[in-house]
């Protein structure tokens, strides 16, 4: 069964920074592209960055360019998004996806909610 | 970057009605059309993908179709477990934008 485990959010002040990691489990890891989607409270989904297998190819939002760094470790079936100079619109549940072959998200894990307030 | 519109914003239909929803991308993206289906207080879900393919194990009453820039979502038989927010997603290259989404409710 494919898993997808977010951990690491909570809360943080204006300025502060954050490390997201998304842990995979009961598929290749290592095979699939990976992505980070985000969703404030009451609106709608936010695609923020995407990453291929290799490292070799990011993309990110406008919205996080030059603060967000998504990144992977194959060997720990692992993604991450290291977010810095938070600021409040950042508040929001943020999701882990994988990038069916084709480049829509086949699976989601179940986001943890981060809070940029003081 | 190209905009993704969605109509309507919501609807409410009773069980049973053919409901359809719009999505226009603000430029052609051949294909690369996707659906998600949001229930309250869940994780989106995969629907349709390369704008008219069914995901494995979504109902057959959900259908997709389109091309170019104006895509539709179309449930053929409302269900009571259809109620849900419904986005569409752009993912021919950066950024996979998504709709605005559109909130389908019960009469």
């Known amino acids: 069964e494919v898993q997808l485990v977010e951990s690491g959010g909570g809360l943080v002040q204006p300025g502060g920074s954050l490390r997201l990691s998304c842990v995979a489990s009961g598929f290749t890891f290592s095979s699939y592209d990976m992505n980070w989607v985000r969703q404030a409270p009451g609106k709608g989904l936010e695609w923020i960055s995407f990453i291929t297998t290799n490292t070799r190819t990011i993309f990110y939002a406008n919205s996080v360019k030059g603060r967000f760094t998504i990144s992977r470790d194959n060997a720990k079936n692992s993604l991450y998004l290291q977010m810095n100079s938070l600021r409040d619109e950042d508040t929001a549940v943020y999701y882990c996806?994988?990038?069916?072959?084709?480049?829509?998200?086949?699976?989601w894990g179940q986001g943890t909610l981060v809070t940029v307030s003081s | 970057d190209i905009q993704m519109t969605q109509s309507p914003s919501s609807l409410s239909a009773s069980v049973g009605d053919r409901v359809t929803i719009t999505c226009r991308a603000s430029?052609?993206?051949?294909?690369?059309l996707a659906w998600y289906q949001q229930k309250p207080g869940k994780v989106p879900e995969l629907l349709i993908y390369?704008?008219?393919t069914l995901q494995s194990g979504v109902p057959s009453r959900f259908s997709g179709s389109g091309s170019g820039t104006d895509f539709t979502l179309t449930i053929s038989s409302l269900q009571p477990e259809d109620v849900a927010t419904y986005y569409c997603q752009k993912y021919n290259n950066a950024p996979k934008t998504f709709g605005p989404g559109t909130k389908v409710g019960i009469k």
């Open positions: 390369a704008a008219s």
């Open positions: 996806a994988r990038d069916r072959r084709g480049g829509s998200f086949d699976f």
């Open positions: 430029q052609g993206i051949s294909n690369y």
